[in-house]
């Protein structure tokens, strides 16, 4: 098990990582004695996740519990209106430490709810998904959408600890381990500087590098939120593959077809190395590799012509922007962010219709 520090909040990440929980809601239920502690469940895989908490800490017995349902599309402040009401009706105050167990959308609500009631409330993190431990546990980033916005709705605000535990991974369905595969693979792109697509296949094929670039993942993550907490800098890289990305998955789920955030991310970056290939120089033979990588492991994304008005939308909407210039992040090379460079929605627009003219497939 490893231990990284993100500021003032602990992630533990390993396995046998869910076995210091225990000890660390002591240490906080003795710094303040008279403060409970509650757990916020993902609804829907309860009856999965929820044993193996308490096995790992008995003491979580006692506590209350609340179930949420955190599915994409449940992921607006209306769901958290009945939990709010009930936390209020059972006097939950300041001191209360909520405890999120469950996949990225939970951490982002969990996170949200806490920050929210009572002007905020402490709270751990527990992922249980890969896309969660990857990425949505750590950094302090919580969020709900808005409408069709995504995650417009939100807070800068860390949780205390974040387990990231591999036991979770056992039963977790092959589509959600391809999702986080994703937020993995983004972390390799942006930060390594000696990236080869041969290396990055790993992740898809061979167990034991997956756990090793998992960890490469929360590493870097940390190393970037520590010097860039608000995202005026260095943390936009990370955005790497979500301006397409989030826009994809929105048309997605407008159309009953929801997509993971990963695979959305996966072809999010696909098109923004296009686009840096026109913008900043990134060679069309490395975009050619990836384009082929992400081809093999997650398809294509098919849209039309007419869902091009549609996905412009969405980007203009991305709160990363300003004004209407869009500001995907952009690679000259592996490992080398270009994040402040506006593009027109009309060059976006062409990379979108360039991708369909090759009927949704990348490689040229
Ligand atoms: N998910 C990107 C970030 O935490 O900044």
Redesign the pocket.
């Known amino acids: 098990m490893k231990t990284i520090k993100d500021q003032d909040c602990t992630i533990y990440a390993g396995e046998g990582s869910l076995s210091q929980l225990q000890g660390e809601v002591a240490r906080y239920l003795a710094a303040e004695p008279d403060a409970t502690c509650v757990v916020l469940c993902e609804q829907a895989a309860a009856k999965k996740i929820f044993p193996v908490l308490l096995r790992a800490c008995p003491s979580l017995r006692r506590c209350k519990r609340y179930f949420l349902p955190a599915t994409e599309a449940q992921k607006h402040i209306e769901t958290l209106l009945p939990l709010w009401k009930q936390w209020a009706d059972d006097k939950l105050d300041r001191k209360t430490l909520v405890i999120n167990l469950g996949g990225g959308v939970l951490c982002d609500m969990g996170g949200f709810a806490a920050s929210l009631f009572k002007r905020g409330l402490p709270f751990i993190n527990i992922p249980t998904t890969l896309l969660a431990m990857a ?2 546990s750590a ?1 302090g ?1 919580t969020a709900v959408d808005l409408g069709e916005i995504k995650n417009i709705l939100g807070s800068f605000n860390r949780p205390r600890a974040v387990f990231v535990d591999p036991v979770f991974l056992k039963t977790l369905p092959a589509r959600e381990m391809l999702s986080g595969m994703a937020e993995i693979l983004k972390m390799q792109c942006i930060c390594r500087t000696d990236f080869s697509v041969q290396r990055a296949e790993k992740i898809f094929t061979d167990p034991e590098y997956l756990n090793e670039a998992l960890l490469f993942a929360i590493k870097n ?1 940390a190393l970037i ?1 520590q010097q860039d907490f608000k ?1 005026e800098n260095i ?1 936009k890289t ?2 790497f593959g ?1 301006t397409f990305g989030h826009a994809f998955e929105a048309l997605a789920l407008r159309k009953k077809h929801p997509i993971s955030h990963g695979e959305a991310v996966a072809h999010g970056m696909v098109c923004e190395l296009y686009l840096s290939c026109r913008k900043c120089g990134f060679t069309r033979a490395r975009f050619e590799s990836f384009a082929r990588l992400i081809n093999a492991r997650y398809g294509s994304f098919t849209y039309t012509e007419k869902d091009i008005p549609a996905l412009l939308n969405y980007m203009v909407n991305d709160k990363k922007n300003k004004g209407r210039k869009i500001y995907p992040v952009l690679l000259s090379d592996w490992g080398k962010c270009v994040f402040d460079k506006a593009v027109f929605p009309l060059v976006i627009e062409k990379t979108l219709h360039d991708n369909t003219k090759k009927n949704g497939r990348y490689n040229a």
Do not use: M, W
Request: charged residues 45%; hydrophobic residues 20%; proline residues 0%.
């Open positions: 990425d949505a950094g980033k993550k939120t995202e943390r990370l955005n979500h």
